[in-house]
């Protein structure tokens, strides 16, 4: 009895130790921005970051591929000012990936917004998509 006893503590012990670490969620992030040079020069594009989150909730790491370098930096810039944080404590660093899409919109006078941003997945983010208005790029 003794055995099975300590067989079932080993067995709780070890799947709490085991367990998967707890999810980081974003906690503050500035509104993502286009360009200004990129916008007058129409430049749109898909540009994928991959980043690390440390144990103070910071962004590290960032590395961008894809698309243009204008839009590579301002879709790092904006990723190394978001803070995360742990609903537990935890010092366990994360990878993540997301992807920041930048296009234009379709209003064409001054009716629509200066730019729109639509954030996509819950927990985590998974895509931004930030569209400029057209009427803000003709010089």
């Keep these: 009895m003794k055995i099975i006893s300590a067989l079932?503590?080993?067995l709780l012990l070890g799947a709490s130790a085991l367990g998967v670490d707890p999810e980081?969620?974003?906690?503050?992030a500035p509104m993502p921005f286009y360009p200004p040079i990129g916008r007058q020069a129409r430049i749109s594009g898909t540009v994928t970051l991959h980043f690390t989150?440390?144990?103070k909730?910071?962004?590290t790491d960032a590395e961008?591929?894809?698309g243009h370098q204008l839009?590579?930096?301002a879709a790092i810039q904006s990723v190394q000012n978001w803070k995360y944080a742990w609903a537990?404590?935890?010092e366990c660093p994360v990878k993540r990936q997301v992807v920041f899409v930048y296009s234009f919109g379709d209003w064409l006078n001054?009716?629509?917004p200066a730019s729109a941003v639509k954030w996509f997945g819950k927990a985590p983010v998974k895509r931004v998509e930030i569209q400029a208005g057209a009427d803000l790029i003709n010089p």
Excluded at 24 to 28: A, E, H, I, T, V
């Design 71 to 73: 839009l590579r930096d």
């Design 88 to 90: 537990s404590p935890c």
């Design 24 to 28: 980081p969620y974003l906690k503050s």
């Design 53 to 55: 989150i440390n144990g």
């Design 57 to 59: 909730g910071d962004t």
């Design 64 to 66: 961008a591929t894809g």
């Design 110 to 112: 001054g009716d629509g």
């Design 8 to 10: 079932m503590v080993f």
